[in-house]
């Protein structure tokens, strides 16, 4: 099988990854989408300070997540009510995705307490979270010591779906239990503010990434923060979108990869992608069985459409079955990776304009 065409019109051997400046990158999400991305990542990030003698892999200078907090359920949602502090799950999920030791603070970030009066049912993470939040008296603060990764706003938020026929729904968890078509979602309070940092590490990103994660209660969210959009959309970055591989249930049933952007488009009030990565391997009879039977799919890679709205897309081998469908980290990331090297190096003097018509992987064959 030949090698398919690479952006740029390059196949074959991987390009050079040119080290005299390292990339800053801004991951915005939630739930396990992000953590999944995260993981891939931190692979590339440079392991000490210094800018001198790194290896070819190490590329990434700063790694930053920007994270929804708008979960109501599960323990979070009981640390939200009873602490009155921000729901700390999908934040716990990135701090472990991006430690050195991942395998054991996993392991110790989700231990969940079976017994206890109140501690049953919290996770250790949580717990760690919220001692720390005491300590500093500030939750954003409690997440900065933790590492680099910003919650989407430190306003206490809930989420409100308005539906196809006119109807609302108030609560992340009600949302996703709902069985309507969600046409529009809003935040409650509307006009919130992101934290200082995060417009900051927008604004110096080389990469940014929107998703995977849940379309309406992951990854709008973060768009409807006031500033957060405009900033998205003002920073010189490769912006990119990392399109789901499923819809749904009771979210984004019936959706294709389009129909993904388009939402995202509506909710930022106008175009912020100039990439997105697609998945291009069709799940096993088996997988497709198991998601049938809540009502899910694959989601259709309509390209032409993709293409229609300005946004390019870059097809992959990216999913990978463990009795669920996810993402395969390591292929997303070296793809992230070479979109922003590729738009750096047309954006120097001399060079290209324009980006690559594409619906090639950067790396996959």
Not at 71 to 100: H, Q
Not at 121 to 126: A, P, Q, T
Not at 321 to 333: I, L, P, Q, S
């Amino acid at each position: 099988m030949s090698s398919p065409q690479r952006p740029g019109g390059v196949s074959g051997t991987r390009m050079a990854r040119p080290t005299n400046r390292s990339l800053n990158v801004v991951a915005i999400g939630g739930g396990t989408g992000l953590s999944t991305l995260l993981k891939g990542l931190k692979t590339y990030v440079i392991p000490s300070l210094t800018q001198e003698c790194i290896p070819e892999k190490h590329v990434v200078g700063e790694l930053s997540a920007v994270v929804t907090v708008s979960d109501d359920g599960g323990s979070s949602g009981r640390l939200r009510k009873e602490f009155n502090m921000l729901p700390p799950g999908d934040i716990r999920n990135c701090i472990v995705a991006l430690s050195e030791d991942e395998a054991l603070l996993s392991r110790l970030f989700q231990h969940r307490f079976r017994q206890g009066s109140g501690l049953e049912g919290h996770s250790f993470g949580n717990l760690f979270l919220a001692a720390l939040t005491s300590i500093t008296s500030d939750f954003a603060e409690a997440v900065r010591l933790s590492a680099d990764i910003f919650p989407a706003t430190t306003s206490n938020i809930e989420l409100e779906a308005v539906m196809e026929d006119g109807t609302r729904v108030r609560g992340e968890t009600m949302i996703t239990a709902s069985k309507g078509r969600i046409k529009e979602l809003v935040l409650v309070p509307p006009d919130v503010k992101p934290l200082p940092q995060t417009l900051e590490a927008i604004a110096s990103a080389d990469l940014i990434t929107i998703g995977p994660g849940s379309l309406f209660t992951s990854l709008i969210p973060n768009l409807l923060v006031h500033g957060i959009a405009q900033a998205i959309v003002d920073s010189p970055a490769t912006k990119v979108y990392v399109c789901n591989l499923m819809t749904q249930a009771n979210e984004s049933l019936g959706l294709t990869a389009a129909d993904h952007i388009r939402a995202l488009d509506q909710h930022a009030g106008g175009r912020i992608f100039d990439y997105a990565l697609v998945n291009r391997t069709p799940a096993s009879p088996d997988l497709k069985a198991k998601y049938a039977l809540e009502g899910a799919s694959q989601i259709v890679a309509d390209l032409d459409a993709i293409e229609e709205m300005g946004v390019c897309p870059v097809l992959g081998e990216y999913l990978e079955e463990a009795g669920v469908a996810r993402h395969n980290n390591e292929r997303v990331a070296s793809d992230l990776i070479d979109l922003a090297f590729q738009s750096r190096d047309r954006d120097q003097p001399g060079s290209p304009q324009g980006r690559p018509a594409t619906r090639s992987s950067t790396t996959n064959t």
